[in-house]
């Protein structure tokens, strides 16, 4: 019998004729939590606290993303900082009310895009809302900021950055759990 094991740690990939499986696996498995230990956290969530009423978790959110945009943004070559972020909440009708509660008046030096997504949105915007994110958040290759980009600037997000006078963008995605969603 022949094994491979292949993760993406170092010292993770395992090719084998007639091994001890659990040895190999015990092997691989702790090479690759060793490597996660010893990584960074490419991104960090947070998980907020409990909010008195709607416009409450509203400013938690505006003042999470900040805080998510200073940490993490990326500079653009065209002298941008750009970032994305997601709120997941529990059910529809929290993503509705979270939506409904978001200035989109805030005075910081970021410009906002919103995105809504959830399972009750007719399928066929959800299907595209959920296709373009896809796209824009897959972060891999050389510029892995290409579909973020791309994405704020077919929607006009970087015209209506300009028109505010800012230079910062966050792209913020509210939306109800995979398991309803699917995506």
């Not at 690759?32 to 978790?57: V, Y």
């Not at 990326?74 to 200035?103: C, F, P």
């Not at 030096?109 to 919103?114: K, N, S």
């Not at 994110?133 to 980009?149: C, E, F, Q, V, Y």
Request: with cysteine.
């Amino acid at each position: 019998m022949h094994v491979l094991l292949a993760g993406d740690a170092p010292k993770s990939q395992i090719a084998a004729t007639n091994p001890d499986f659990t040895q190999i696996y015990d092997q691989a498995a702790s090479a690759i939590c060793q490597h996660l230990i010893n990584s960074p956290a490419l991104r960090k969530a947070r998980i907020l606290p409990l909010a008195r009423d709607w416009d409450e978790l509203a400013q938690q959110v505006v003042s999470e993303t900040a805080c998510h945009h200073r940490r993490l943004a990326d500079d653009t070559q065209n002298g941008y900082r750009i970032s994305a972020g997601i709120v997941r909440m529990t059910r529809v009708k929290h993503v509705q009310e979270l939506a409904t509660a978001i200035s989109i008046d805030i005075n910081d030096e970021i410009h906002r895009e919103y995105v809504i997504v959830h399972s009750r949105m007719p399928q066929v915007q959800r299907s595209w809302i959920e296709y373009n994110l896809r796209i824009a958040l897959t972060r891999k290759g050389n510029n892995p900021n290409d579909g973020l980009i791309s994405l704020l600037m077919n929607e006009g997000a970087f015209r209506r950055m300009r028109e505010a006078g800012k230079k910062d963008i966050s792209l913020v995605v509210i939306s109800s759990p995979v398991i309803e969603t699917g995506e």
